[in-house]
């Protein structure tokens, strides 16, 4: 958070002062077609209205593209990588006393298919199997910004259990998604596995999902999860095109933190504006006392038959331990892929 601010505060400073040396890139690769990432090494740029982190790599569009870098300070180093599904990524390093131009040549890896055959649209015809869902509950109590977030295994738990008892129900009724009923698959218990297997979809970045050197298999990545796929496929009356992972977290505000919060915030208001008039001195941030609760959903679309995740989509909903809200997340995920 102190992190956050210190940043936040730097470029709104550098921005009212007009600092920063603005330089246009020429950017292009062999073949053409790669993904650009931006990452800082050291030092503070923007490029195309954000802000370069040196925590992840920031996607730009493809090549060949002109990229405008801002610096924001003079000792920076700006990782440029091109990226692109069958072949190994390149890297260049950029300062704003580098040339306008940069090429990146990207070697092609034996065996792996560049062409990236999903197509959105595959979705309407296809047939899902939801797999059971991973739900994360955070408790969110205190009041104010005296406040704290804590991991509740416990309603996470009970969530995960009502949620697959509703999904139960809005299942196998003849539409297109039923739900995969397991307990242990081959020995390794399901939560385990799923555990695992939301650890590692969720490095998955949406924007660069055609574009991985290397197709994002589940087989290659989690433990067990090829075993399951093989099980999955000799079950007998199995179909789907697709599996379907949803995961969901969750921030479920305290009963106590929801009323405290409205009468301080009522408090505090008219406090403030009782310290107006008498001409004192009393600071009061409305925002410490907003709602803040939600969920949201990540759904995960598997090709059933190689394990490759294909596409990925979010949705913000409501708090799921609302029984209601629950309730219609279960009846959306019944009519996957139509997500609204």
Known sequence: MKKALALGLLLITLLTTGCGTTRQFAVDSNPQGALILLQTESGYVMSQGQFILSASETPMGVTPRT???TFLNDNTNVKITAEKRGYTSSISLATKESGPAIFLDLKRIDGVNEEVSFKKEDLSTGTFTLMPPFVEVIIHSGLGNMDKKEYSPEVSKKVTDDLTAELAKTCNNGNQVRLAVMGETQGKDWSLLTAETNKYLSKLKVERLPYYSLPPYLNNNVNGFKTFINSYKNQPGIDSRYLVYMSSKCVSETTGRLVGNVFLAV??????????????????????????SGTLVTWYVIDANTSEVVYITQQMFPDITDAD???KLAGIAGNFPVVK
């Not at 001409?279 to 409305?286: K, V």
Request: net charge negative; aromatic share 18%.
């Open 325 to 327: 809200y629950l309730k």
């Open 67 to 69: 990229t405008p870098i």
């Open 267 to 292: 408090l505090g208001a008219a406090t403030q504006g009782y310290s107006a008039a008498a001409g004192t001195a009393f600071y009061y941030d409305p925002a410490a006392f907003n709602p803040d």
